[in-house]
Protein backbone atom coordinates (compact mmCIF):
# COMPACT_ATOMS: atom_id res chain seq x y z
CA UNK A 1 0.00 0.00 0.00
CA UNK A 2 2.75 2.50 0.88
CA UNK A 3 4.61 2.19 -3.06
CA UNK A 4 1.31 2.80 -4.39
CA UNK A 5 1.16 6.13 -2.16
CA UNK A 6 4.28 6.58 -3.28
CA UNK A 7 3.56 6.37 -6.99
CA UNK A 8 0.44 8.12 -6.75
CA UNK A 9 2.86 11.30 -5.27
CA UNK A 10 5.14 10.48 -7.45
CA UNK A 11 2.74 11.18 -10.77
CA UNK A 12 1.20 14.28 -9.09
CA UNK A 13 5.30 15.67 -8.35
CA UNK A 14 5.78 15.01 -12.40
CA UNK A 15 2.58 16.54 -13.02
CA UNK A 16 3.45 19.71 -11.25
CA UNK A 17 6.70 19.52 -13.23
CA UNK A 18 4.78 20.01 -16.57
CA UNK A 19 2.31 22.90 -15.96
CA UNK A 20 5.30 24.53 -14.33
CA UNK A 21 7.48 24.35 -17.41
CA UNK A 22 5.11 24.32 -20.17
CA UNK A 23 5.48 28.35 -21.46
CA UNK A 24 3.14 30.00 -23.76
CA UNK A 25 2.98 28.83 -27.23
CA UNK A 26 3.84 32.45 -29.28
CA UNK A 27 5.12 35.99 -28.40
CA UNK A 28 5.17 38.67 -30.59
CA UNK A 29 8.57 40.38 -31.97
CA UNK A 30 8.20 43.89 -33.13
CA UNK A 31 10.79 45.05 -35.37
CA UNK A 32 11.32 48.31 -37.40
CA UNK A 33 12.41 48.18 -41.43
CA UNK A 34 13.39 51.01 -43.11
CA UNK A 35 14.83 51.07 -46.92
CA UNK A 36 18.16 51.82 -47.47
CA UNK A 37 18.15 53.78 -50.98
CA UNK A 38 21.65 54.59 -51.42
CA UNK A 39 22.72 51.14 -50.25
CA UNK A 40 20.00 49.15 -52.21
CA UNK A 41 18.58 47.04 -49.23
CA UNK A 42 15.70 47.01 -46.61
CA UNK A 43 17.42 47.08 -43.12
CA UNK A 44 15.61 45.87 -39.86
CA UNK A 45 16.27 46.91 -36.55
CA UNK A 46 14.85 45.81 -33.31
CA UNK A 47 11.69 47.35 -32.43
CA UNK A 48 12.17 48.69 -28.96
CA UNK A 49 15.48 49.18 -28.74
CA UNK A 50 16.22 50.65 -32.70
CA UNK A 51 19.46 48.25 -32.63
CA UNK A 52 20.68 46.97 -35.76
CA UNK A 53 19.74 43.68 -36.67
CA UNK A 54 20.65 42.88 -40.06
CA UNK A 55 20.03 43.16 -43.76
CA UNK A 56 16.30 41.78 -44.24
CA UNK A 57 16.28 42.39 -47.81
CA UNK A 58 20.16 42.45 -48.95
CA UNK A 59 21.25 44.69 -51.69
CA UNK A 60 20.23 43.37 -54.91
CA UNK A 61 18.25 40.85 -54.15
CA UNK A 62 15.31 40.08 -56.34
CA UNK A 63 17.32 43.12 -58.59
CA UNK A 64 16.41 45.90 -55.89
CA UNK A 65 18.10 48.72 -57.53
CA UNK A 66 16.50 51.73 -55.41
CA UNK A 67 14.25 51.13 -52.29
CA UNK A 68 11.85 54.29 -51.31
CA UNK A 69 8.44 53.08 -50.31
CA UNK A 70 7.77 50.31 -47.68
CA UNK A 71 4.04 49.02 -47.00
CA UNK A 72 3.37 45.30 -45.46
CA UNK A 73 0.17 43.72 -47.61
CA UNK A 74 -3.25 41.78 -46.65
CA UNK A 75 -0.98 39.12 -46.91
CA UNK A 76 1.69 40.28 -44.46
CA UNK A 77 4.54 40.39 -47.26
CA UNK A 78 6.52 43.24 -47.86
CA UNK A 79 6.04 45.18 -51.11
CA UNK A 80 8.72 48.11 -51.81
CA UNK A 81 9.07 50.85 -54.29
CA UNK A 82 12.06 50.21 -56.67
CA UNK A 83 12.83 54.22 -57.94
CA UNK A 84 15.35 52.53 -60.35
CA UNK A 85 13.75 49.36 -61.79
CA UNK A 86 10.04 51.78 -61.84
CA UNK A 87 8.88 48.74 -60.16
CA UNK A 88 7.17 47.31 -57.24
CA UNK A 89 8.83 43.97 -55.93
CA UNK A 90 7.21 41.78 -53.52
CA UNK A 91 8.91 39.75 -50.17
CA UNK A 92 8.25 37.43 -47.61
CA UNK A 93 7.23 39.30 -44.70
CA UNK A 94 8.87 37.09 -42.40
CA UNK A 95 11.86 36.53 -43.97
CA UNK A 96 12.73 38.35 -46.33
CA UNK A 97 13.22 36.53 -49.15
CA UNK A 98 12.58 37.81 -52.56
CA UNK A 99 8.89 36.31 -53.92
CA UNK A 100 8.14 38.16 -57.44
CA UNK A 101 8.04 41.04 -59.08
CA UNK A 102 4.41 42.03 -58.08
CA UNK A 103 4.25 45.36 -60.63
CA UNK A 104 6.48 44.88 -63.41
CA UNK A 105 8.60 47.45 -64.73
CA UNK A 106 7.12 50.58 -66.23
CA UNK A 107 3.42 48.64 -65.83
CA UNK A 108 0.68 51.43 -66.68
CA UNK A 109 3.66 53.93 -67.35
CA UNK A 110 4.46 53.58 -63.31
CA UNK A 111 8.06 56.47 -63.64
CA UNK A 112 9.63 56.59 -60.32
CA UNK A 113 7.84 54.89 -57.79
CA UNK A 114 7.99 56.35 -54.23
CA UNK A 115 5.36 55.71 -52.16
CA UNK A 116 2.51 52.83 -51.93
CA UNK A 117 -0.66 51.71 -50.06
CA UNK A 118 -2.92 49.43 -50.08
CA UNK A 119 -6.62 51.55 -50.27
CA UNK A 120 -9.92 50.98 -49.20
CA UNK A 121 -10.63 48.84 -51.44
CA UNK A 122 -7.63 46.22 -50.97
CA UNK A 123 -6.31 47.53 -54.38
CA UNK A 124 -2.51 48.74 -54.15
CA UNK A 125 -1.64 52.51 -55.14
CA UNK A 126 1.55 53.43 -55.83
CA UNK A 127 2.48 57.46 -56.62
CA UNK A 128 5.95 58.48 -58.20
CA UNK A 129 8.04 61.05 -59.71
CA UNK A 130 8.33 62.18 -63.66
CA UNK A 131 3.96 62.39 -63.77
CA UNK A 132 3.22 59.26 -62.57
CA UNK A 133 0.42 60.72 -60.12
CA UNK A 134 -1.03 58.30 -58.20
CA UNK A 135 -1.86 54.87 -60.29
CA UNK A 136 -4.14 51.81 -59.25
CA UNK A 137 -3.05 48.14 -59.21
CA UNK A 138 -4.85 45.05 -58.32
CA UNK A 139 -4.18 44.45 -54.69
CA UNK A 140 -4.15 40.22 -55.55
CA UNK A 141 -2.76 40.26 -59.33
CA UNK A 142 -0.79 43.59 -59.33
CA UNK A 143 -2.47 43.84 -63.14
CA UNK A 144 -2.64 47.92 -63.35
CA UNK A 145 -6.51 49.26 -63.18
CA UNK A 146 -6.34 53.14 -64.09
CA UNK A 147 -4.81 56.56 -63.15
CA UNK A 148 -6.41 57.99 -59.93
CA UNK A 149 -4.35 61.24 -60.57
CA UNK A 150 -2.46 62.55 -63.45
CA UNK A 151 -2.43 65.77 -62.93
CA UNK A 152 -2.41 69.83 -61.03
CA UNK A 153 -5.99 70.41 -62.20
CA UNK A 154 -5.28 74.29 -60.96
CA UNK A 155 -1.99 74.56 -63.74
CA UNK A 156 -2.68 71.52 -65.91
CA UNK A 157 0.81 70.17 -65.38
CA UNK A 158 1.68 66.47 -64.96
CA UNK A 159 1.30 65.45 -61.17
CA UNK A 160 4.70 64.74 -59.41
CA UNK A 161 4.03 62.58 -55.98
CA UNK A 162 6.29 61.70 -53.66
CA UNK A 163 3.66 60.54 -51.22
CA UNK A 164 -0.24 59.55 -50.07
CA UNK A 165 -2.27 58.78 -47.54
CA UNK A 166 -5.78 57.98 -47.19
CA UNK A 167 -7.64 60.27 -44.73
CA UNK A 168 -10.63 58.81 -42.02
CA UNK A 169 -13.05 60.41 -44.51
CA UNK A 170 -11.82 57.80 -47.13
CA UNK A 171 -10.45 60.42 -49.60
CA UNK A 172 -6.92 60.61 -51.20
CA UNK A 173 -4.51 63.16 -50.34
CA UNK A 174 -1.63 63.80 -52.06
CA UNK A 175 1.74 65.54 -51.78
CA UNK A 176 2.48 67.49 -54.99
CA UNK A 177 5.74 68.52 -55.68
CA UNK A 178 8.05 70.54 -58.51
CA UNK A 179 5.73 71.92 -60.74
CA UNK A 180 2.98 72.67 -57.26
CA UNK A 181 3.82 72.37 -53.63
CA UNK A 182 0.70 71.45 -51.88
CA UNK A 183 -1.42 69.14 -50.72
CA UNK A 184 -4.15 68.38 -53.26
CA UNK A 185 -7.39 65.87 -51.94
CA UNK A 186 -8.77 63.67 -54.13
CA UNK A 187 -12.24 61.29 -53.85
CA UNK A 188 -11.55 57.96 -52.73
CA UNK A 189 -14.63 56.46 -54.28
CA UNK A 190 -13.74 58.32 -58.13
CA UNK A 191 -10.58 59.66 -57.75
CA UNK A 192 -12.04 62.99 -58.55
CA UNK A 193 -10.12 66.27 -57.59
CA UNK A 194 -11.89 67.69 -54.84
CA UNK A 195 -8.97 70.46 -53.94
CA UNK A 196 -6.11 72.10 -52.89
CA UNK A 197 -6.75 70.93 -49.52
CA UNK A 198 -2.83 72.45 -48.17
CA UNK A 199 -1.92 75.40 -50.71
CA UNK A 200 1.89 76.34 -51.51
CA UNK A 201 2.15 79.30 -49.41
CA UNK A 202 1.23 77.48 -46.30
CA UNK A 203 2.74 74.59 -47.28
CA UNK A 204 5.93 72.82 -46.45
CA UNK A 205 8.79 73.89 -49.52
CA UNK A 206 9.32 70.12 -50.43
CA UNK A 207 6.02 67.98 -49.12
CA UNK A 208 6.64 64.55 -48.79
CA UNK A 209 5.43 62.16 -46.25
CA UNK A 210 2.33 62.71 -44.88
CA UNK A 211 -0.29 61.16 -42.40
CA UNK A 212 -2.94 61.44 -40.01
CA UNK A 213 -2.22 61.45 -36.44
CA UNK A 214 -3.80 60.26 -33.41
CA UNK A 215 -5.95 64.01 -33.43
CA UNK A 216 -7.06 63.32 -36.37
CA UNK A 217 -5.24 66.46 -38.06
CA UNK A 218 -2.63 65.92 -41.01
CA UNK A 219 1.06 65.87 -40.59
CA UNK A 220 3.62 66.24 -43.74
CA UNK A 221 6.99 66.61 -43.76
CA UNK A 222 9.66 68.80 -45.53
CA UNK A 223 12.08 67.19 -47.61
CA UNK A 224 14.04 70.54 -47.78
CA UNK A 225 17.61 70.54 -46.25
CA UNK A 226 15.40 72.47 -43.53
CA UNK A 227 13.64 69.40 -42.35
CA UNK A 228 10.72 70.13 -40.43
CA UNK A 229 6.83 68.92 -39.73
CA UNK A 230 3.28 70.99 -39.86
CA UNK A 231 0.61 70.31 -38.74
CA UNK A 232 -2.83 70.62 -40.57
CA UNK A 233 -6.55 71.01 -39.68
CA UNK A 234 -8.12 67.54 -40.92
CA UNK A 235 -11.40 69.65 -41.42
CA UNK A 236 -10.38 72.56 -43.14
CA UNK A 237 -6.68 72.20 -44.13
CA UNK A 238 -5.49 75.37 -42.41
CA UNK A 239 -2.40 75.44 -41.39
CA UNK A 240 -2.00 74.83 -37.03
CA UNK A 241 1.85 74.83 -36.25
CA UNK A 242 5.25 73.38 -37.27
CA UNK A 243 4.68 70.59 -35.38
CA UNK A 244 8.75 69.74 -35.69
CA UNK A 245 10.13 72.41 -35.94
CA UNK A 246 12.89 72.99 -38.48
CA UNK A 247 16.27 71.17 -37.77
CA UNK A 248 14.92 69.42 -34.44
CA UNK A 249 16.89 66.60 -33.22
CA UNK A 250 19.30 67.48 -36.20
CA UNK A 251 16.11 66.85 -38.74
CA UNK A 252 17.08 67.41 -42.71
CA UNK A 253 15.17 66.34 -45.59
CA UNK A 254 11.99 64.85 -43.29
CA UNK A 255 11.20 61.72 -45.37
CA UNK A 256 8.35 59.81 -44.47
CA UNK A 257 6.82 59.89 -41.05
CA UNK A 258 4.78 57.43 -39.00
CA UNK A 259 2.91 57.37 -35.22
CA UNK A 260 2.90 54.44 -33.32
CA UNK A 261 0.59 53.64 -30.48
CA UNK A 262 3.92 54.06 -27.70
CA UNK A 263 2.84 57.96 -28.38
CA UNK A 264 5.91 58.47 -30.50
CA UNK A 265 6.21 59.93 -34.07
CA UNK A 266 8.94 58.00 -36.25
CA UNK A 267 10.48 59.69 -39.10
CA UNK A 268 12.97 58.95 -41.91
CA UNK A 269 16.23 61.52 -41.73
CA UNK A 270 17.26 61.19 -45.33
CA UNK A 271 19.96 63.82 -44.86
CA UNK A 272 21.49 62.52 -41.39
CA UNK A 273 20.77 58.83 -42.50
CA UNK A 274 18.86 58.07 -39.13
CA UNK A 275 15.24 57.50 -37.86
CA UNK A 276 14.20 60.42 -35.18
CA UNK A 277 11.56 59.87 -32.53
CA UNK A 278 9.57 62.75 -31.22
CA UNK A 279 6.85 62.88 -28.81
CA UNK A 280 3.48 62.76 -30.70
CA UNK A 281 1.61 65.17 -28.23
CA UNK A 282 4.20 67.55 -28.21
CA UNK A 283 6.91 67.81 -30.72
CA UNK A 284 9.88 67.61 -28.89
CA UNK A 285 12.57 65.61 -29.62
CA UNK A 286 13.24 62.64 -27.94
CA UNK A 287 15.95 60.67 -29.47
CA UNK A 288 17.61 59.64 -32.69
CA UNK A 289 16.09 55.78 -32.26
CA UNK A 290 18.17 54.61 -35.23
CA UNK A 291 21.35 56.42 -35.13
CA UNK A 292 23.47 57.93 -38.24
CA UNK A 293 24.31 55.37 -40.27
CA UNK A 294 23.36 52.28 -38.15
CA UNK A 295 23.86 49.00 -40.05
CA UNK A 296 24.80 50.69 -43.42
CA UNK A 297 21.86 52.81 -43.67
CA UNK A 298 22.23 55.83 -46.44
CA UNK A 299 19.59 57.53 -47.85
CA UNK A 300 16.48 56.25 -45.57
CA UNK A 301 13.31 56.68 -47.18
CA UNK A 302 10.06 54.60 -46.28
CA UNK A 303 10.00 52.44 -42.70
CA UNK A 304 7.21 50.70 -41.27
CA UNK A 305 6.86 48.70 -38.20
CA UNK A 306 6.12 44.61 -38.72
CA UNK A 307 5.04 42.67 -35.59
CA UNK A 308 5.43 38.54 -36.47
CA UNK A 309 4.46 35.73 -33.93
CA UNK A 310 7.46 33.88 -32.67
CA UNK A 311 7.34 30.41 -31.20
CA UNK A 312 8.41 29.72 -27.60
CA UNK A 313 11.12 26.94 -26.50
CA UNK A 314 9.17 24.47 -24.88
CA UNK A 315 10.44 21.88 -22.35
CA UNK A 316 7.81 19.85 -22.15
CA UNK A 317 9.13 17.17 -23.51
CA UNK A 318 12.07 17.21 -21.35
CA UNK A 319 10.23 16.80 -18.54
CA UNK A 320 7.97 13.82 -19.77
CA UNK A 321 11.10 12.55 -20.73
CA UNK A 322 12.46 12.88 -17.14
CA UNK A 323 9.07 11.91 -15.91
CA UNK A 324 9.02 8.67 -17.69
CA UNK A 325 12.29 7.62 -16.21
CA UNK A 326 11.53 8.10 -13.11
CA UNK A 327 7.77 6.11 -13.34
CA UNK A 328 9.97 3.27 -14.88
CA UNK A 329 12.67 3.09 -12.50
CA UNK A 330 10.22 3.09 -9.69
CA UNK A 331 8.15 0.55 -11.44
CA UNK A 332 11.18 -2.00 -11.85
CA UNK A 333 12.09 -1.54 -7.92
CA UNK A 334 8.86 -2.15 -7.10
CA UNK A 335 8.83 -5.88 -8.82
CA UNK A 336 12.13 -6.76 -6.69
Request: proline content about 6%; some cysteine; overall charge positive.
Amino acid sequence: MRRFFRFFLLLIAVATLVSTFSPTALSTQTTLLVSSRNSRSILRYDGATGAFIDAFVPAGRGGLKGPTGLTLGPDNNLYVCDIFNNSVLRYDGRTGNFIDVFIPPGSGELSSPESLEFGPDNNLYVSGFEGSGVRRYNGKTGSFIDIVAATVPSSGSSLDASSFTFGPDNNLYVSSDFSYNGVLRYSGKTGAFMDVFVPPKSAPKLPAGLTFGPDKNLYVSDFSPDGSVRRYNSQTGAFMDAFVPAGSGGLTRASRLTFRPDNKLYITSYGSNSVLRYNSQTGAFINAFVSSGSGGLSGPVGLVFSTTSVSTTSHTSVIFAFGACMLTNFLSNTKK
